[in-house]
Every structure is written in structure tokens, then in C-alpha cells.
């Protein structure tokens, strides 16, 4: 079955940088698009970054447009979300998420476009 584990959380100060990944298995990974959404306490989830299955195009929300930057590396069947210039407003449980088709071509920010999601992981930024 399609699995979705993401890493690299933490707690940082403002200003710092974390790099998260999301290793995948059980799919065509070079096939799918693959996103990033976060849910912070008492908050809707909500879109963070997105690419395509050729990482060619890539989608951020605006919140962190500029900071973050979305990639993937095929071969190890990985997904990367950088983050720089951590705000606490980023503090929130990262998820990593693949829609339930390859060459995924529908609104990569809606999150009822994905079907397979990971555990997350927790991202907390202290001012």
C-alpha cells in the first residue's frame, strides 16, 4: 500500500531554517504530483506548496511564497519542502500528501484532490 513518511520537524527560533521530507513508497512515484499542507492548533489545513510529477511546475500559497521552496529527487522517492525564514505563524503539523492519480493535472490547492496523505510532522517557530 501507498505509504507517506515525513521528517525533519522541530522546534526552531524565527528566522531559522528546516528542510522536511517525505519518503514514499508504494506508488509510481515519478508519476505523481506530490503537496504539502500544514494544520495549525484549532485551524483548518491548509495548502502549502505543491509540484508536479516532473517537478517542472511548482504552487505555493502566498503566506510562504518566497521562503519555501518545494522539490523532489525521484530517485530516492522524495519529496522536500525548504523552509527559510521560519515565522511562528509557520508553526503548524506538516503534511505530506499525493493525489490518487499520476499526471495529476487538477487543483493542486485543494486537499481533497489528494487521496494519500502522511503522518506529519510538527514544526513549531518560537519568536
Known amino acids: 500500500q501507498v505509504q507517506l513518511v515525513e521528517s525533519g520537524g522541530g522546534l526552531v527560533q524565527a528566522g531559522a531554517s528546516l528542510r522536511l521530507s517525505c519518503a514514499a513508497s508504494g506508488l509510481l512515484f515519478s508519476r505523481y504530483a506530490m503537496g504539502w499542507f500544514r494544520q495549525a492548533p484549532g485551524k483548518e489545513r491548509e495548502f502549502v506548496a505543491a509540484?508536479?510529477?516532473?517537478?517542472?511546475?511548482?504552487y505555493y500559497a502566498d503566506s510562504v511564497k518566497g521562503r519555501f521552496t518545494i522539490s523532489r529527487d525521484n530517485a530516492k522517492n522524495t519529496v522536500y519542502l525548504q523552509m527559510n525564514s521560519l515565522k511562528p505563524e509557520d508553526t503548524a503539523v506538516y503534511y505530506c500528501a499525493a493525489p490518487r492519480n499520476i499526471y495529476f493535472s487538477g487543483n493542486y490547492y485543494y486537499a481533497d484532490e489528494y487521496g494519500y496523505w502522511g503522518q506529519g510532522t510538527q514544526v513549531t517557530v518560537s519568536s
Open positions: 509540484l508536479n510529477w516532473n517537478g517542472r511546475s511548482t
